[in-house]
């Protein structure tokens, strides 16, 4: 009864006013129709004004775009409507031909539904709304919506009497409505930025209004009963907008005004009482009002209560109170043997015009920032760069450590020779001239010179400090020297490498060019062929050379791909080596086979790399005619050895040989090329966990040598050792002919080696069995191995297939990211193989039994 009582007391006004228009309406109805469409649109228009109100007078305080820039709106929308009312037919207010009321309609409402679209946009937004720039842009669409149908009357004609709506009135009654939906979803989407009550006043709002608008795109008489019922929905939207406005304009700033005060009240008060420093406040007569925590508990001041620690800076709290400023001290602190420093400031906080002060003191513990000044020096001279401070006059007051070492200076008299000593005579001048003009105006310094380091050797560096200010002054410099001597060389290199690059590319063009020239004027059968052979050879040449371009650049942005299979070692050499035999004559490739073994890599890449090894043999070899190629497995790894009698390469040299566009000085102007060839293989070799070495003497010949780890292969060849079954610390693999299915139990924390290593087993044990089916249980599978469901779908899920895999019931973890994992891995495999997820390892088994049957 209460409930009911007190929903009564809520909405009896509104009630009463409901009924008191529902009264009105039917009555009106009894003069006709024109009656009841005036004052259901005055009442329209009276509310829409209503909101325009609400909106523009809560504009400031409104923090909710969405409702503004609608709200605002309503001035113009409530004016077009007036204009329909006034042009109603039958009215004869505004005596026009036709029928211009249904014409306003229709771009009244297209007016409000994309201003409801539109609103959405504003939502989220931090830039201020400009309300006068809105207003007028309101006012421009309201005025040409106008004008186009009083004045210019080109609007398009919307009722015909006697045929009813035209096509174009009812086209854009729907185009009206989509855009009313789409509205309701992107509210509903950002429902978040409304509060429950108003986010329900306009779901209401738009899907009364969408009701409205399919009354008003089926009706066929202006008089008619859908004409009735889309007014009513019109005026119901209309008042459930105005709710929102007031809602969202008026009771929630009220209410979050206050509650914001008060969060504000306790969000400071929390955070004084949690601040590791100690606060105090004072009044005028310096007693102690407030402090943020209990001074007996702090470990410095055990012995301290608030009165002695108030005496301790008496004189600092009675000058501060005179002179109304900030002063800041420093106040030491003794215990147990051990002292402690804390930095002090007092703040005068003046109230009432300057009749009430009161002084703030904060705390502060400077006993780490005082060991951490001793620290600094002692860190300064581990950095790699040498540091230097100079007073404001630019004298030199600070070396650190780095600047004795490369100087080999006495530490004990560092500053005897000036730094212009250390500077390259041909940097000299214009060192000086940037130091000069930073220390006359105080701007920061920034220079490139070469520096003359103990060994005699200049080095490049770059120089740069920075002025420390106080009021406005230098003070201080803190100034750096960063050794750039490799980048410096770096620069040189690659633009003697586009230099090279322009004149490499350039040669087998201007070759294809010339011989295309000769072929066009050539009747000559075989000479044309002789030409078509050398363009052939100029273009692989240049295809070459831009794919050894395009690697690098994949290289330097980590998108080289590898595709990684298993393949035999030996017939990979053996296959370069002829390859390379059928285009050499002045050279024999001597490739001596080993055991057959094989390695789990990039097939494609690895012959990339022994391409280039075998190539240079034969490019650095002018004077010999023999390159010999070797391979051997060694402490489960597998060295590859490709040996040349050629030029050989000064041992100085050696360690820069695989730095990108690096020549060395014996080949570059003889034999030409990009440089790129072992810098690209390199780091295929280096993407395979293998190193690169080479050993080589001037004049005699060199021997380059490849590593590659072989620990999955050896790991198979032992497998293989003890039949069909297989286990280690990650997985349990069984053949069960009985059910001719492999069981494969994995176990623990899985990574990518441990899914590769137990992967690859699976591959050869399902050879060897001659199954078609696995049974694969991930129940006790720890964590997440997404980093291998790459691998496991692109490159696993093929070659189990290729072994001979028919039908996979895969038994999921608990791991909700290892069941991701599992779904990932089938997702970008080929969905060759018949694959199925279960829970349940029973439900499994039965599975793959039916698959039997089947």
């Known amino acids: ?11 009896y006004r509104t009630a009463f006013s409901i009924i008191c228009l529902m009264l009105v309406f039917i009555y009106s109805k009894r003069y006709g129709y024109i009656l009841f469409h005036t004052l259901v649109e005055l009442f329209s228009i009276v509310i829409a004004f209503a909101v325009f109100i609400v909106a523009w007078n809560s504009r400031k305080m409104q923090d909710n775009k969405y409702l503004h820039v609608v709200g605002i709106s309503y001035l113009f ?4 409507d007036l204009l329909h009312t006034l042009s109603y037919n039958g009215m004869n207010i505004i005596p026009l031909p036709g029928y211009p009321a249904n014409q306003f309609w229709v771009a009244t409402r297209g007016m409000e539904a994309l201003i409801f679209l539109g609103g959405f946009l504003m939502i989220g937004r931090k830039q201020k709304i400009n309300t006068e720039l809105l207003f007028l842009l309101y006012f421009v669409v309201f005025s040409l919506i106008a004008a186009s149908i009083l004045v210019w009357k080109v609007f398009p004609v919307c009722f015909v009497p006697g045929v009813g709506q035209t096509l174009f009135k009812v086209v854009s009654e729907y185009i009206i409505i989509l855009l009313l939906l789409v509205s309701l979803c992107l509210l509903y989407r950002r ?9 329900q006043l306009l779901s209401g709002s738009i899907i009364v209004a969408i009701l409205s608008e399919c009354c008003f795109a089926t009706y066929t008489s202006n008089y008619g009963q859908l004409n009735e019922w889309g007014h009513y929905g019109k005026l119901i939207s209309f008042f459930l907008i105005y709710k929102a406005n007031v809602k969202m304009a008026f009771e929630k700033p009220m209410t979050s005004i206050f509650r914001e005060l008060k969060a504000s ?9 949690n601040l590791p420093d100690l606060i105090m406040r004072f009044d005028e007569n310096l007693d102690c009002i407030y402090i943020n925590q209990d001074i007996s508990k702090l470990p410095h001041f055990a012995d301290s209560d608030v009165q002695a620690l108030s005496k301790r800076i008496w004189n600092e709290l009675k000058q501060a109170l005179l002179i109304r400023k900030n002063i800041a001290g420093e106040l030491e602190v003794g215990m147990q043997g051990s002292r402690h420093y804390y930095s002090f400031q007092i703040i005068p906080e003046i109230f009432d015009n300057a009749s009430e002060v009161r002084l703030l003191v904060i705390f502060r513990d400077i006993t ?11 860190l300064l001279d581990t950095l790699p760069q ?6 404001a006059d630019g004298t030199i007051d600070y070396i650190n450590g780095v600047i004795i070492r490369d100087f080999a200076l006495d530490p004990d008299s560092p500053f005897g020779i000036g730094w212009q000593h250390y500077v390259h005579p041909d940097d000299l001048q214009e060192c000086t001239r940037v130091w000069m003009l930073s220390l006359s105006n105080g701007s920061e310094y920034q220079v490139q010179f070469r520096l003359k380091m103990a060994d005699g050797q200049y080095l490049w560096h770059l120089g740069r400090a920075v002025p420390i200010l106080e009021n406005g002054k230098v003070i201080l410099w803190i100034g750096s020297n960063t050794n750039i001597d490799l980048q410096k060389k770096g620069q040189e290199q690659r633009d003697e490498f586009i230099s090279i690059a322009s004149h490499e590319l350039k040669t087998p063009l201007t070759s294809i060019k010339a011989f295309n020239q000769l072929l066009a004027r050539t009747h000559d059968l075989e000479r044309a062929k002789s030409y078509l052979q050398k363009v052939d050879i100029a273009t692989t040449k240049l295809e070459s050379l831009i794919n050894d371009l395009l690697d690098v650049s994949k290289i330097n942005a980590g998108k080289l791909q590898f595709n990684k299979s298993i393949f035999n070692l030996n017939e990979l050499l053996k296959e370069c080596c002829e390859n390379l035999q059928l285009s050499v004559t002045t050279h024999r490739i001597i490739f001596n086979e080993n055991e057959h073994i094989n390695i789990y890599a990039d097939r494609f890449r690895m012959e990339q790399v022994i391409d280039n090894l075998l190539s240079n043999a034969v490019k650095y070899s002018p004077n010999a005619d023999l390159v010999n190629v070797t391979f051997k497995v060694e402490q489960e790894s597998i060295i590859i050895a490709v040996e040349d009698h050629g030029i050989g390469i000064d041992s100085r040299e050696l360690e820069k040989l695989f730095d990108r566009y690096y020549r060395s000085d014996n080949a570059a102007e003889r034999f030409g090329g990009l440089g790129l060839g072992l810098f690209i293989s390199s780091e295929i070799i280096k993407a395979h966990q293998g190193t690169f070495w080479i050993e080589s003497e001037l004049g005699v010949g060199t021997i380059v040598y490849i590593r590659i780890p072989l620990n999955e292969t050896v790991v198979i060849k032992n497998s293989m050792a003890k039949g069909l079954n297989y286990s280690n610390e990650y997985l349990t693999i069984s053949c069960n002919d009985q059910q001719e299915w492999m069981e494969v139990n994995w176990t623990g924390h899985q990574h990518f080696k441990s899914v590769q290593n137990g992967g690859l087993h699976m591959i050869e044990l399902l050879k060897s069995s001659g199954l078609k089916k696995v049974l694969n249980d991930n129940r006790e599978v720890l964590g997440n191995w997404s980093e291998a469901s790459d691998w496991a779908g692109k490159v696993w899920f093929p070659m189990m297939i290729e072994a001979g895999l028919q039908d996979f019931a895969w038994i999921f973890s608990p791991s909700i990211f290892a069941q991701l994992a599992a779904q990932k891995s089938f997702d970008v495999s080929d969905g060759k193989a018949n694959v199925r997820f279960f829970y349940d390892i029973e439900e499994a088994k039965r599975w793959l039994k039916e698959t039997n049957k089947g």
Not at 1 to 11: C, D, G, T
Not at 386 to 391: E, I
């Open 1 to 11: 009864m209460r409930n009911i009582i007190s929903l009564f007391n809520r909405y």
């Open 77 to 80: 929308i409530g004016a077009l």
């Open 191 to 199: 429902r978040a930025n409304f509060d429950r009550k108003t986010y």
């Open 265 to 273: 009240e306790t969000e400071y008060k929390t955070l004084a009482e």
């Open 368 to 378: 780490i920032i005082r060991k951490e000044k001793l620290h600094l020096s002692g």
């Open 386 to 391: 040498q540091v230097w401070t100079a007073r």
